[in-house]
């Protein structure tokens, strides 16, 4: 395997690995290897530095980044986010009484307005059996932090 330092014409940076540099060569050329921001098809190798390996025992100052392989992904996040961002701003939080919620403003126990909150898997199945109309909102990657 071999790690290339790339850079497309606009400018972005990312990095890839390849078989060797003829799998590198072929890719390029059939137009494969794309930039991870802006998908350009025009990327080019970067002046490196060798890979020097440090002893066992010191501690590494390489930080690493992820970038999505994609620009389709990362546009899909960002929708994502913002399909997040609209549900929190209009409507109401009610937190693990989502499911009793739901059902009040179903049955017109409750005046009709958007909830989000927090359920079981087995309670949305129910619901959704009722005839409740639910929809789970994306996790995305920070919500795990």
Same mark, same amino acid.
């Given at each position: 395997?071999?790690?290339?330092?790339?850079?497309?014409?606009?400018?972005?940076?990312?990095?890839?690995?390849?078989?060797?540099? #003829? !799998?590198?060569?072929?890719?390029?050329?059939?137009? /494969?290897? &794309?930039?991870?921001?802006?998908?350009?098809?025009? @990327? $080019?190798?970067?002046?490196?530095?060798?890979?020097?390996?440090?002893?066992?025992?010191?501690?590494?100052?390489?930080?690493?980044? #992820? !970038?999505?392989?994609?620009?389709?992904?990362?546009? /899909?996040? &960002?929708?994502?986010?913002?399909?997040?961002?609209? @549900? $929190?701003?209009?409507?109401?939080?009610?937190?693990?009484?989502?499911?009793?919620?739901?059902?009040?403003?179903?049955?017109?126990?409750?005046?009709?307005?958007?909830?989000?909150?927090?359920?079981?898997?087995?309670?949305?199945?129910?619901?959704?059996?009722?005839?409740?109309?639910?929809?789970?909102?994306?996790?995305?990657?920070?919500?795990?932090?």
């Amino acid at each position: 395997m071999i790690h290339y330092d790339l850079i497309c014409d606009k400018g972005h940076a990312f990095d890839g690995w390849f078989r060797n540099s #003829a !799998a590198y060569d072929e890719q390029a050329g059939r137009g /494969l290897v &794309t930039c991870t921001q802006c998908g350009s098809t025009k @990327v $080019e190798k970067q002046l490196m530095a060798p890979g020097i390996p440090v002893k066992s025992n010191r501690k590494s100052d390489q930080k690493m980044v #992820a !970038a999505p392989a994609d620009p389709r992904l990362a546009e /899909l996040m &960002t929708m994502m986010r913002e399909m997040r961002r609209h @549900v $929190e701003e209009n409507a109401e939080y009610v937190g693990d009484r989502f499911a009793e919620e739901a059902r009040k403003i179903h049955y017109e126990e409750s005046d009709a307005r958007g909830i989000y909150g927090n359920t079981s898997p087995d309670e949305a199945k129910a619901l959704i059996e009722e005839g409740i109309a639910v929809h789970p909102l994306p996790r995305l990657p920070e919500d795990g932090n």
